[in-house]
């Protein structure tokens, strides 16, 4: 399939040819979901932690006779039953995270490439290229109509063109290795270089 490709200043630059295995998937909501979650499940930190009954700090002594109270049978005040006692079976740290495996990752970002085309928020553009000025990229994002954009280009990110876009709200840059399912949904545009469409083709073939 064929994409016109256009410069930041919205002028046309021919047009690239894009795999149709890669791009041109019928895009499937239950692999998107399970990448996207696999991903979240990885970031999450992990360090909830409550006070069991041996770390509270209450006295370990009887709090009273074991007979002839009429009440219940009690040790100390850290039983879970009592106020500020320790949680019975709370939350401990330990790692949200779970396998998926490469093959289906692979899958899960082309689907999101091809989700992007169907729903047609991508875009090509010949380069990511500035003079470092954020008001110049700016005023041209604007132009463009970008509100909340992710650009990803080739093995690396120009130097200038990430100076100048790193205090634009709503606009983020990536290498073609750092493409993600998460963030290639999360925006509304996304927009290739014609060199991150050659790295991400390479990747994912």
């Given at each position: 399939?064929?994409?016109?490709?256009?410069?930041?200043?919205?002028?046309?630059?021919?047009?690239?040819?894009?795999?149709?295995?890669?791009?041109?998937?019928?895009?499937?909501?239950?692999?998107?979901?399970?990448?996207?979650?696999?991903?979240?499940?990885?970031?999450?930190q992990?360090?909830?932690?409550?006070?069991?009954?041996?770390?509270?700090?209450?006295?370990?002594?009887?709090?009273?006779?074991?007979?002839?109270?009429?009440?219940?049978?009690?040790?100390?005040?850290?039983?879970?039953?009592?106020?500020?006692g320790?949680?019975?079976?709370?939350?401990?740290?330990?790692?949200?995270?779970?396998?998926?495996?490469?093959?289906?990752?692979?899958?899960?970002?082309?689907?999101?490439?091809?989700?992007?085309?169907?729903?047609?928020?991508?875009?090509?553009?010949?380069?990511?290229?500035?003079?470092?000025?954020?008001?110049?990229?700016?005023?041209?994002?604007k132009n463009?109509?970008?509100?909340?954009?992710?650009?990803?280009?080739?093995?690396?990110?120009?130097?200038?063109?990430?100076?100048?876009?790193?205090?634009?709200?709503?606009?983020?840059?990536?290498?073609?290795?750092?493409?993600?399912?998460y963030?290639?949904?999360?925006?509304?545009?996304?927009?290739?270089?014609?060199?991150?469409?050659?790295?991400?083709?390479?990747?994912?073939?």
């Amino acid at each position: 399939m064929k994409l016109d490709v256009i410069k930041l200043d919205g002028g046309k630059a021919g047009s690239v040819e894009l795999g149709e295995e890669i791009f041109g998937l019928e895009p499937r909501a239950d692999i998107l979901h399970r990448v996207v979650r696999w991903q979240r499940n990885n970031a999450q930190q992990g360090t909830h932690k409550v006070k069991t009954r041996s770390e509270t700090s209450y006295s370990t002594k009887k709090i009273y006779r074991q007979k002839g109270t009429g009440g219940a049978r009690h040790g100390d005040r850290n039983a879970p039953i009592f106020r500020k006692g320790g949680i019975y079976k709370g939350p401990t740290p330990r790692s949200h995270g779970h396998d998926l495996t490469k093959k289906f990752r692979k899958l899960g970002l082309k689907h999101a490439l091809s989700a992007k085309m169907a729903a047609g928020e991508l875009v090509v553009i010949d380069t990511a290229d500035a003079d470092g000025k954020t008001a110049v990229l700016a005023k041209a994002v604007k132009n463009l109509g970008w509100k909340r954009a992710l650009v990803i280009d080739g093995a690396s990110v120009n130097e200038n063109f990430a100076k100048a876009a790193r205090n634009i709200e709503g606009l983020d840059i990536l290498p073609s290795m750092g493409a993600n399912v998460y963030d290639i949904l999360k925006r509304d545009t996304l927009v290739l270089t014609k060199a991150g469409v050659e790295a991400l083709e390479a990747r994912l073939k």
